[in-house]
């Protein structure tokens, strides 16, 4: 009940394409849904994130979309770029309950192609 | 405002011996978490501590280990090193609510 479930593992994108992965969790406890994405050789980089209250979140090319009855979300990158060729993570955290325990899903390697 | 710092960034051991890593947090922030980063396993919750309190650990054998100071400076510590201990460490601050984590650059550790 703890894991959150992430696909695809991997994708491959044509730049100015679109980019979605998606993320499923069954901890209905979870209050708090980041994404990271991780360079080669970084640390994860918290890019946006939402909590189960709104159904999408947008900040840039990047939007979350949020579906609180099928407990999945996703990461949608616009017009992608090879710059954005890094591995995201979607993650959950029960922030209600101060553990710091976030969960993180598989993690999806993404390629932009020029 | 400084990121969050992680030292050393690499480290070569053997088996058997014992490890410390470091990790200074945003300035301000009094939340850090540590994770284990593996190819296999991915990004798991080692523990997490606030105010010099672990708050919560995750599911770890007892030689990993850590501890916060009163500057909010960070320490885990894992003890008779295995070859499965290879991995990067990855350090997490954030202000007193634990939901907005941010992480350091990690320290790659390597055990032969």
């Known amino acids: 009940q703890q894991q959150v479930k992430q696909s695809p593992q991997s994708l491959i994108v044509q730049k100015g394409g679109i980019s979605i992965i998606n993320c499923a969790y069954e901890n209905t406890a979870f209050d708090y849904f980041p994404w990271y994405q991780q360079f080669p050789g970084k640390g994860p980089a918290l890019l946006i994130a939402i909590r189960p209250d709104v159904s999408e979140k947008k900040e840039g090319r990047f939007t979350i979309s949020f579906n609180k009855s099928a407990k999945q979300f996703s990461l949608h990158i616009m017009d992608s770029q090879p710059g954005d060729s890094a591995t995201y993570f979607c993650a959950a955290i029960r922030g209600s309950s101060n553990t710091g325990k976030l969960i993180f899903g598989q993690g999806t390697t993404l390629q932009v192609k020029p | 405002k400084a990121g969050v710092t992680q030292t050393p960034r690499y480290l070569i051991k053997t088996r058997g011996q014992q490890v410390t890593l470091s990790c200074s947090p945003i300035?301000?922030?009094?939340?850090v978490s540590w994770y284990q980063q593996t190819p296999g396993q991915g990004l798991q919750f080692l523990f997490e501590?606030?105010?010099?309190?672990?708050?919560n650990k995750g599911n770890f054998p007892g030689r990993f280990s850590g501890r916060q100071f009163s500057n909010s400076r960070s320490e885990m510590n894992v003890s008779t090193l295995e070859l499965g201990d290879s991995a990067l460490y990855l350090c997490?601050?954030?202000?007193?609510?634990?939901?907005?984590?941010?992480f350091g650059p990690g320290t790659r550790l390597t055990v032969l």
């Open positions: 997490a601050s954030s202000l007193s609510s634990p939901n907005e984590q941010f």
């Open positions: 501590y606030f105010s010099e309190t672990q708050r």
């Open positions: 300035s301000g922030h009094r939340s």
